[in-house]
């Protein structure tokens, strides 16, 4: 069956620091794979996917994510923390071919220190 | 642009009522609409999926006759929690998108508590 782990529930960095939240999926055929974004009292905001070429996608807000086959991954990095990127997120793999299916991880809730 | 609304961001009520919530896109022709249930610390669960002027898909799992959804126009669909009880309390989230393969833009969500 097809499942998203995100093994990471909270995470706190401090502002200015590196950031890598991890993502593993299950699913038998090519996966489509995104990262969302969810501030308080807000939807869920794509940040970005991957569907296929490139394994080093760019997404918005200066966030990237590498898609690794071999080892079932998709995890999101960012270079350096702002303050307001303090959120939750949310990976999700896209079953049947594209967006009309997504299933989501549990989240990953990050906290930033000043 | 993209934006999706949702109606109310709260509610609350006694069980064996029913409750309506309204999702509906601001600025764009959704022509697919998705329900979503989130529980504490666990992921987005599809409930639902349903194209304009059609009948909603339901998941394996979900009640059809607990959880009405309608999706009469372009730019509004709604779930109705039939009879509801405690247990269907939870974070209700709406999505829409102009077509099935295109991208998904989500509303802020509706929390719902069933005393």
């Known amino acids: 069956a097809q499942s998203v782990t995100q093994p990471d529930i909270h995470i706190t960095v401090s502002e200015g620091a590196s950031l890598e939240l991890r993502c593993n999926y299950s699913y038998g055929a090519t996966p489509y794979l995104f990262w969302y974004v969810q501030s308080p009292g807000q939807g869920l905001q794509l940040l970005l996917k991957y569907f296929s070429g490139d394994t080093l996608v760019q997404g918005i807000k200066g966030f ?38 997504l299933i989501f991880g549990a989240g990953t809730r990050l906290a930033v220190h000043p | 642009g993209a934006v999706v609304s949702q109606h109310p961001s709260w509610v609350i009520c006694k069980s064996g009522t029913s409750v309506k919530i309204e999702c509906r896109s601001l600025d764009f022709q959704a022509t697919t609409m998705f329900w979503y249930r989130q529980f504490p610390k666990q992921s987005l669960m599809l409930m639902a999926t349903s194209n304009e002027g059609s009948k ?50 989500f509303g802020p969500g509706t929390r719902l508590t069933v005393l």
Request: proline fraction near 2%.
């Open chain 1, 64 to 101: 990237e994510a590498e898609f690794k086959r071999s080892q079932s991954s998709f995890n999101l990095r960012k270079p350096s923390v702002h303050w307001s990127d303090a959120a939750e997120y949310f990976c999700a793999v896209g079953v049947s071919g594209g967006y009309n299916k």
């Open chain 2, 56 to 105: 909603a898909t339901y998941e394996q799992g979900v009640e059809k006759d607990k959880f009405l959804i309608n999706h009469a126009s372009l730019t509004l669909s709604t779930l109705t929690v039939t009879s509801a009880h405690p247990e269907d309390s939870s974070f209700y989230i709406c999505s829409a998108s102009s077509g099935m393969e295109d991208t998904q833009y």
